[in-house]
């Protein structure tokens, strides 16, 4: 027996990412098609991976997020990253897509940077280094 299907990312540009979600009957939350939705999120934010996946990531407008988050899923973050990474920062970032926000809209461009860039200049050191190097403030 296989799992649940993964379901495909919509991309930045997508209209349903800058929709405010509509609310769910909780009539729906039982029904066999909303646990579906539920499965196919988890495996879709696992495969991805991923701590959390809002419903309008896949396409779904609705106020629907998943999340999951502990040891197992932290990889090689040193303990800094950790604490920064606190599972209310997690909830923030889906409640904002559930809103029609990207993390975009919040981001200071300048601290913008490839995934080589990152590796090469500032993975392992403090936020602080990149906002002072880059002429930016943390908030």
Known sequence: MSGPDV??????????LRRPAEPVDPAELGTSE????????RATMIAAPGVGL???QVGVPIQLAVLQDGPERWGQLTEDERTARW??????HEVDHL?????????????LCTVGSYGRLWAGRPAEDAAASLGFTLR
């Open 99 to 111: 809103r029609g926000r990207l993390y975009l809209d919040r981001v200071e461009t300048r601290s």
């Open 87 to 92: 599972a209310a920062r997690i909830v923030q």
């Open 54 to 56: 809002a419903a309008p």
């Open 7 to 16: 379901l495909p990312i919509v991309e930045c540009g997508d209209p349903v």
């Open 34 to 41: 909303f646990q579906l939705l539920i499965a196919q999120m």
